[in-house]
């Protein structure tokens, strides 16, 4: 099994709706309405997932998770991802290094909270998957994880769906996600590591990566 595990979605919503969800806390699991059953119907089917939500921050509002992630990121602390609006929808292609419970969990309960706040009346699909290259899979490998649904009234894992629609909408999102990846790597192999300083990037933040929005300290409302 690999040790590099993806937690990515491409999910419709307004700009504004956008704006709201990384405004709001997300208050319990009740967003998700079976965790524990989260790995059903695919490739860790039967392991059940009763305790590993025990670690996910709640109370916590995207715009936190997401600026800790990418300030963590610019100094080689944590790992990479993207998450930004664009052409009408969030999308998001978050990398862990490990099965770091709080991390991807979280990841999943801020996902599964978009539901309000999207602009479509399907059901929108947020993937967990584990991969080596940190690449989609294709839409009918089994090696997925877990599939979270999500739509307005709510969030559940499902264990089965057609995934064509959403490996196909994750393309683009994966393309920019290892374009990324290429520059951090240039400017690590380039970084003067007998300076004794600590390296820094700020590619993480680049609004190509990381909406504005979520480095925002928004005043009060």
Known sequence: MSDSFLVAA?????RDGFERWLSTPVADLSAIANPADMFDGWLWDGRRADTEWDSADTGTTPREYFAERAEGACSGKSVDGVLVYRDGALEAY???LGY???SIHTALLLLAATGPFTSGDTEDTVLFWAETGAGLWDADDDGW???LSVGRSGARF???RDLTGTVAG???VEDRFF???ERLAEEEESWAWDSGRDFRTETPRDPAFTDPS???RPGPR
Do not use: N, Q, S, Y
Request: no cysteine; proline share 8%.
């Open 10 to 14: 491409r999910i419709p919503m307004t």
């Open 94 to 96: 978050l990398l862990h």
């Open 100 to 102: 770091r419970e709080r």
């Open 145 to 147: 994880l877990a599939v």
């Open 158 to 160: 499902v264990d089965a």
């Open 170 to 172: 994750l393309r683009p």
């Open 179 to 181: 374009e990324m990846v």
């Open 214 to 216: 979520v480095l925002e």
